[in-house]
């Protein structure tokens, strides 16, 4: 069982940067893969990125490549995504989940965090 955890949501202008947190609790976290996605109102749920348990081997949606970078801290049960250039169409719902696989499908991962706000103004 993993319990997962975000913060670091919040207001920020285009062009700003936020580093959001999901702090994970229970015995598997080191285990397992985890992944960042993002729901817009009125969108899908949507991929933005992943890491692996083990070498920390990463993906990214493109529309994120080059702006956003997915890391973990297994030591603290943590793991981070740091958003710069941040812009309007980010603004969405940023949550974490973990599973046992590396993939950018949402149906794959087990648990899931509540979720932390992400805005970007113009």
């Known amino acids: 069982q993993v319990q997962l955890v975000e913060s670091g949501g919040g207001l920020v202008q285009a062009g700003g940067s936020l580093r959001l947190s999901c702090a994970a609790s229970?015995?598997?976290?080191?285990?397992?893969?985890m992944g960042w996605f993002r729901q817009a109102p009125e969108k899908e749920r949507e991929f933005v990125a992943a890491?692996?348990?083990?070498?920390?081997?990463?993906r990214y949606a493109d529309s994120v490549k080059g702006r956003f970078t997915i890391s973990r801290d297994n030591a603290k049960n943590t793991v981070y995504l740091q958003m710069n250039s941040l812009k309007p169409e980010d603004t969405a719902v940023y949550s974490c989940?973990?599973?046992?696989?590396?993939?950018?499908?949402?149906?794959?991962?087990?648990?899931w965090g509540q979720g932390t706000q992400v805005t970007v103004s113009s």
């Open positions: 989940a973990a599973g046992p696989y590396f993939t950018t499908d949402p149906r794959q991962y087990h648990y």
């Open positions: 229970g015995r598997t976290f080191s285990n397992a893969d």
């Open positions: 890491i692996t348990w083990g070498i920390g081997a990463t």
